[in-house]
C-alpha cells in the first residue's frame, strides 16, 4: 500500500482511531474528518485529547493497532498508517503549525525566523529573497522585517509564528493555542487572519479553550471529551 494518495477531497481523515498512553486512553475510537478549505475549531478541557490529536495527525504519536475496527488516518493524502518513518518530514512540510508561545528564535529577525523553514527545505536563494518579504507584507509587519522577537509586541509576534507557517504554502495548518499568550485584542486580530487565510483556500484547525472566541467567530466546532468526540456540529 502506498502512503501517498494523489487525489483528495479532505485534509483529515481519522476512522476507528485510538491511542493509549501505558494504562491512559487519550483517544478513544475517534473518526473525525475535515474537508478541504473548511476551518474548525476543536476545544476541550486540559486532558481531554486535544495535544495527543495533533501529535496523531503530525505522526509523533501512532494510533493503537486494533483490528476489529482497522485504524485508518490520513492527512493531506498520506496514509499515516502505512507512512515511513522517513517520509514523515515530508509530511509535515505539507502542515504549517502555529503555536501559543510562538516558538521564535531570539538571535534571528523576522526575515529569517520565517524564511528559517525555506531554508530548511533548501528552497533556492531568489525565492526565499521573494516570498518571505510577500508573506511577512501579508501579516501587516512590512516594517519589522528587520526587528528581533523581543522588539515586538505579543501580539507582533504571533503574526510573526503565522507568516512563518504559511510561507511554504502549507496545505493544512494547525493553530495550537494560539491566542494563549495574547491581549484581547491581538487575540481578535490573530484569528481575523486565521479566517482571511482560510477565506483564501487553506484549510485551518484551531484548537483552543477560549469558547468567547469560538462563539464571536462561530462555524465548526469540535468538542473532545475523555477522549471521544463529543460534540461536532456548527454554530
Known amino acids: 500500500m502506498q502512503a ?16 493509549t498512553y501505558g494504562e491512559t486512553a487519550a483517544l478513544r475510537d475517534v473518526s473525525l474528518r475535515i474537508d478541504d478549505g473548511e476551518f474548525a475549531f476543536v476545544v476541550g478541557e486540559n486532558g481531554a485529547g ?20 482497522e485504524p485508518h488516518i490520513t492527512v493531506n493524502g498520506y496514509d499515516l498508517i502505512e507512512l515511513r518513518q522517513r517520509d514523515v518530514p515530508t509530511l509535515r512540510r505539507t502542515i504549517g503549525f502555529v503555536f ?32 518571505v518579504p510577500q508573506v511577512i507584507g501579508l501579516m501587516g509587519l512590512g516594517s519589522k522585517i528587520n526587528q528581533y522577537p523581543d522588539e515586538l509586541s505579543g501580539g507582533e509576534q504571533q ?12 496545505q493544512l495548518i494547525i493553530a495550537d493555542e494560539p491566542t494563549g499568550n495574547l491581549d484581547p485584542r491581538a487575540k481578535i486580530e490573530t484569528m481575523k487572519l ?3 487565510i482560510n477565506d483564501k483556500g487553506t484549510t485551518v484547525m484551531v484548537v483552543t479553550h477560549e469558547h468567547d472566541l469560538v462563539k464571536r467567530f462561530g ?5 473532545i471529551k475523555e477522549g471521544v468526540i463529543a460534540y461536532d456540529g456548527m454554530i
Open 4 to 19: 501517498l494518495i494523489p487525489c483528495i477531497d479532505d485534509m483529515i481523515d481519522i476512522e476507528h482511531v485510538s491511542v
Open 100 to 131: 501559543q508561545d510562538f516558538k521564535l528564535i531570539n538571535t534571528m529577525n523576522v526575515f529569517d525566523n520565517v524564511a528559517f523553514v525555506l531554508r530548511s527545505i533548501d528552497a533556492p536563494t531568489k525565492y526565499i529573497r521573494k516570498r
Open 159 to 170: 503574526r510573526v509564528a503565522i507568516a512563518r507557517a504559511l510561507v511554504n504554502n502549507p
Open 194 to 196: 486565521l479566517k482571511e
Open 219 to 223: 462555524g465548526r466546532l469540535i468538542n
Open 50 to 69: 486535544k495535544s495527543t490529536l495533533i501529535k496523531l495527525l503530525i505522526r509523533e504519536v501512532m494510533a493503537d493497532d486494533i483490528r476489529d475496527p
